[in-house]
C-alpha cells in the first residue's frame, strides 16, 4: 500500500469570520464546506479548497472562540505549505500580503524550491512553495476571488514536523506508512540537525513531510493558528481496511474506522504526539450539496441531520460577508 500525499490539514481559529476572510478573500480559496466538529457540535468546522474541494488542497479550521494563544514547540505541525506553479507568483503574493498587511518574510529556497514564509492573523504558520507540476497533480484555482488564476493556490504543499527526537518520527513514516527519505536541507536554526524530507505518491510538495528535529524547544501549547492534525490521502476503501488492520498490528491504539460522510478516517499519534488522519479521497463535498453552492449553508452529515435544530440552536451566529 502507498499513500497518495497529503489530503488536508486542520487547525484551530478564534474567529471563523476573520478566518472566513482571510482565506477566501486574502488567499483567494473557496469555502467549499461549512460544517459542524463533529466530535464537538457545538463549534463549526470550515474548509477551504480549491474550486472543487479536491482531496489535497483543503486547509480546514475548527471555530474555538476563547482559544489561547499559541507557544509554538516540538510535538507539532508547525508549517503547512501552499502550492503555486511559478516563481512570479511569489513575486505577486509578496506585494499582496504586504498590501494586506499580512506578515511576511523574504523569498527562502527550501529544498531547490523557493518558498515563502507567511502568517495569518492568528499567527498560523503558512507557506507558499512553487511547485513544478512534476508529481502530484495540480488542483483547480477558483476563479471567483481577487487572485489572478495564474497565481492562485492550488493546492496543499508539504507540511513540517517540528520533534524533539526525529528517529521516532522516521520509524513510522518510512516502516509504517510508507514514505521514502528523498533528502535534507539545512536547519534555518544554528546548531540544528538538518532538516529531512519524506515522500509518498507521485512526489512534489504535495507528497512531502518535512522533519525538523529542535532540541532547544518546550513541547508545543496549541491554541489559535495552531494545527491540530494532518491527514494523509487513502486510495481506496480496500486499502482503508487494510491500513485500519496494519496500525492496529503493529501496535498503535487508532480511533478505529471513522466515517466523516465526506470521507472515511483513521486518526491515530505517533511516538512524538502528532495526531496523524488517514482519509480516503471519496465521497468527496459534493455528496450532499450542489458543486455550485459549495459551502453556502450549514451542511451536516445524514448521521446528525436529525439533530439540525438542536445543532443550530447550539452554534454561535456568524455572518461571512464575501
Given at each position: 500500500?502507498?499513500?497518495?500525499?497529503?489530503?488536508?490539514v486542520?487547525?484551530?481559529?478564534a474567529s471563523a469570520?476573520?478566518?472566513?476572510?482571510?482565506?477566501?478573500?486574502?488567499?483567494?480559496?473557496?469555502l467549499?464546506?461549512?460544517?459542524?466538529?463533529?466530535d464537538?457540535?457545538?463549534?463549526?468546522h470550515?474548509?477551504?479548497?480549491?474550486?472543487?474541494?479536491?482531496?489535497?488542497?483543503?486547509?480546514t479550521?475548527f471555530?474555538?472562540?476563547?482559544?489561547?494563544?499559541?507557544?509554538?514547540?516540538?510535538?507539532?505541525?508547525s508549517?503547512?505549505a501552499?502550492?503555486?506553479?511559478?516563481?512570479?507568483a511569489?513575486?505577486?503574493?509578496?506585494k499582496r500580503?504586504?498590501?494586506?498587511?499580512?506578515?511576511?518574510e523574504?523569498?527562502?529556497?527550501?529544498f531547490?524550491?523557493n518558498?515563502?514564509y507567511?502568517?495569518?492573523?492568528e499567527g498560523?504558520?503558512?507557506?507558499?512553495?512553487?511547485d513544478?507540476?512534476?508529481g502530484?497533480?495540480?488542483?483547480?484555482?477558483?476563479?471567483?476571488s481577487?487572485?489572478p488564476e495564474?497565481?492562485?493556490?492550488v493546492?496543499?504543499?508539504?507540511?513540517?514536523?517540528?520533534v524533539?527526537?526525529?528517529?521516532?518520527t522516521?520509524?513510522?513514516?518510512?516502516?509504517?506508512?510508507?514514505?521514502k527519505?528523498?533528502?535534507?536541507?539545512?536547519?534555518f536554526?544554528?546548531?540544528?540537525?538538518?532538516?529531512?524530507v519524506?515522500?509518498?505518491?507521485?512526489?512534489?510538495?504535495?507528497?512531502?513531510?518535512?522533519?525538523e528535529?529542535?532540541t532547544?524547544?518546550?513541547?508545543?501549547?496549541?491554541?489559535?493558528?495552531?494545527?491540530?492534525?494532518?491527514?494523509?490521502?487513502v486510495?481506496?476503501?480496500?486499502?482503508?481496511?487494510?491500513?485500519?488492520?496494519l496500525l492496529?498490528?503493529?501496535?498503535?491504539?487508532?480511533s478505529?474506522?471513522?466515517?466523516?460522510?465526506?470521507?472515511?478516517?483513521?486518526?491515530?499519534?505517533?511516538?512524538?504526539?502528532?495526531?496523524?488522519?488517514?482519509?480516503?479521497?471519496?465521497?468527496g463535498?459534493?455528496?450532499?450539496?450542489?458543486?455550485e453552492?459549495l459551502?453556502?449553508?450549514?451542511?451536516?452529515?445524514?448521521?446528525?441531520?436529525?439533530?439540525?435544530?438542536?445543532?443550530?440552536a447550539s452554534?454561535?451566529?456568524?455572518t461571512?460577508?464575501?
Amino acid at each position: 500500500m502507498e499513500l497518495a500525499g497529503i489530503h488536508h490539514v486542520s487547525a484551530i481559529t478564534a474567529s471563523a469570520e476573520k478566518n472566513f476572510d482571510f482565506f477566501t478573500r486574502i488567499l483567494g480559496m473557496r469555502l467549499v464546506k461549512k460544517s459542524v466538529n463533529q466530535d464537538s457540535t457545538s463549534s463549526y468546522h470550515l474548509f477551504y479548497a480549491d474550486a472543487v474541494g479536491t482531496p489535497g488542497t483543503d486547509m480546514t479550521y475548527f471555530d474555538i472562540p476563547h482559544a489561547a494563544k499559541t507557544t509554538p514547540g516540538v510535538s507539532s505541525i508547525s508549517n503547512t505549505a501552499f502550492r503555486v506553479k511559478s516563481e512570479e507568483a511569489l513575486t505577486y503574493w509578496k506585494k499582496r500580503f504586504k498590501e494586506h498587511n499580512v506578515y511576511v518574510e523574504e523569498v527562502v529556497e527550501r529544498f531547490g524550491r523557493n518558498t515563502l514564509y507567511f502568517e495569518d492573523f492568528e499567527g498560523s504558520r503558512l507557506m507558499l512553495v512553487v511547485d513544478d507540476g512534476k508529481g502530484v497533480p495540480y488542483g483547480i484555482a477558483w476563479t471567483k476571488s481577487e487572485v489572478p488564476e495564474e497565481y492562485a493556490i492550488v493546492g496543499l504543499g508539504h507540511v513540517t514536523l517540528t520533534v524533539r527526537k526525529a528517529q521516532q518520527t522516521q520509524v513510522v513514516l518510512t516502516e509504517v506508512l510508507g514514505f521514502k527519505k528523498v533528502g535534507t536541507y539545512p536547519s534555518f536554526i544554528e546548531g540544528m540537525p538538518e532538516i529531512t524530507v519524506y515522500s509518498t505518491g507521485k512526489g512534489g510538495p504535495a507528497s512531502e513531510v518535512h522533519v525538523e528535529e529542535r532540541t532547544d524547544l518546550p513541547r508545543e501549547r496549541p491554541g489559535r493558528g495552531s494545527v491540530h492534525h494532518v491527514a494523509f490521502r487513502v486510495n481506496t476503501f480496500e486499502e482503508y481496511d487494510r491500513w485500519e488492520e496494519l496500525l492496529r498490528s503493529r501496535g498503535f491504539m487508532t480511533s478505529g474506522k471513522v466515517d466523516r460522510y465526506y470521507f472515511k478516517s483513521i486518526y491515530f499519534r505517533e511516538p512524538n504526539g502528532i495526531l496523524y488522519e488517514l482519509a480516503t479521497d471519496e465521497p468527496g463535498f459534493a455528496t450532499d450539496e450542489p458543486m455550485e453552492t459549495l459551502g453556502e449553508s450549514l451542511a451536516l452529515p445524514p448521521f446528525l441531520e436529525s439533530r439540525r435544530e438542536e445543532i443550530e440552536a447550539s452554534l454561535r451566529p456568524i455572518t461571512f460577508k464575501g
